[in-house]
């Protein structure tokens, strides 16, 4: 009884939270609940203050109506290659991405107090962790159901609000803080193998630190790109990443997003853009990946 009355008072707290901070400018957006990697991400950056959990279209929304002043975004992962976050991002029609922040990720495997591993029977997870934690699950686990969540927040939450004991949840530490669950393995998957990179979304590009990276958006022909590439690499500008996503036009075009070294109004990447003003800034900052 207790553990459910402490339960109903945090998803209180944070649902209260929620509603009072959503649209206040000065905030920090993030895809809730409380409970997922970004909010761990968030919390490394920013703090507790401030922060405010918001569904999927509420994100973005919210971020382009400027109800928020940031959202914190997952866009790439070294398990699987980009997010379904991506596309939301490269549809909003303004971006300034600000800051980017790689994390090395270890799951905790969370479940309700009193439940041994032996009991579990489903794991609860975001797509991409089932995923990241897939080499994990299939040689310590491997006959448990895997049911895709929301999100670590929304599949700790989930096994909490259930009570049972043949269920748990793949997610950071901090879901078992929030919602009452114990840890019944950490570090799982823990490793260079498994890096989330999120992007920050705010309103002013930062200033050049002498080390910083710059993500265009170039939207063409399958034909055209390697012209484009070529115009990159001729302008002196080292390209870091690419990253291609569909046009949702034809076949044979694409977005893609070309991340290089340098800042946007530094030096030859200043210059180059200044001659192509049909490829998009997305933004320009720290170099942290």
Sequence with gaps: MWKMTRLSFVIAIASAACISNAGAAGHTGYLGPAGSWTHQACLDLYGASDLVPLAR????????????????VPVTTSAVGVTPYLDD???LPGVQIVAEYPKMLGYSLL????????????????????EEVKPWLDKEMPDVQRVPSA?????????AKGGRHDQASMGPKVGGEIYGLVALA???????????????????????????KTSLLV???????????????????????????????????????????????????????????????????????
């Design 57 to 72: 279209d509420e994100l973005f929304a919210q971020y382009q109506s400027g109800q928020v002043s940031r959202i914190c």
């Design 89 to 91: 991002v490269l549809a």
């Design 111 to 130: 479940a309700n107090p009193g439940t041994k591993r032996e009991d579990i029977k489903q794991v609860l997870a975001h797509p991409v962790a089932l």
């Design 151 to 159: 999100s670590g927040g929304a599949a700790a939450q989930t096994v």
């Design 186 to 212: 950490n570090g799982i998957e823990e490793g260079p193998q498994n890096v989330t990179r999120w992007w920050v979304l705010g309103r002013d590009m930062p200033a050049p630190t002498g080390n910083d």
């Design 219 to 289: 939207e063409t022909s399958d034909a055209q790109f390697s012209t484009v590439l070529k115009a990159i690499g001729g302008s002196g500008v080292k390209i870091l990443d690419i990253y291609e996503r569909p046009s949702k036009k034809t076949l044979d075009t694409h977005k893609y997003v070309v991340e290089v070294a340098g800042h946007a109004k530094v030096g030859a990447l200043a210059t180059f853009l200044a001659a192509n003003s049909n490829i998009r800034v997305l933004g320009s900052y720290p170099r942290k990946y």
